[in-house]
């Protein structure tokens, strides 16, 4: 945890909005941005997006195509019980789609499906194997 996220004086009914994809070099601290705010219960909403490059220079991507592990975001949000908003942003866009409704249509579903990928991970009993 680096110090520009403490906060020593969290204040009640204030949170944190969290970009994902927003700081490139910053991705793997991402785990340690939604342990920290999420098991004080402060974090309001999550900005579901991802990029391939750098800061400065990079491209977005459909959140399946970029470089953070999306999953492994998912699961982290599970895991400090955040329950509020994910919603896709900034998906990239192409000449068939000039409203960006396709994009948006894939990122909620994604989003969607990501959640119920991660419930039932984790609501799924080990399976045991008997000898035969």
Not at 62 to 84: C, I, N, T
Not at 87 to 96: F, G, V
Request: aromatic share 10%.
């Amino acid at each position: 945890m680096t110090p520009q996220h403490e906060n020593p004086r969290l204040v009640p009914g204030l949170g944190k909005a969290i970009t994902l994809g927003k700081d490139p070099e910053r991705q793997r601290e991402i785990h340690d941005v939604i342990n920290y705010f999420g098991e004080r219960r402060t974090i309001f909403n999550i900005h579901f997006r991802n990029i391939h490059g750098r800061r400065d220079d990079f491209q977005e991507t459909f959140p399946d195509e970029g470089d953070m592990d999306m999953v492994a975001v998912m699961r982290s949000l599970k895991r400090v019980g955040y329950a509020f908003m994910v919603m896709p942003d900034h998906l990239p866009q192409h000449a068939d789609d000039p409203q960006g409704d396709q994009a948006f249509a894939f990122g909620y579903g994604y989003i969607k499906a990501l959640l119920q990928a991660v419930a039932l991970r984790s609501s799924a009993s080990p399976v045991t194997r008997t000898a035969t």
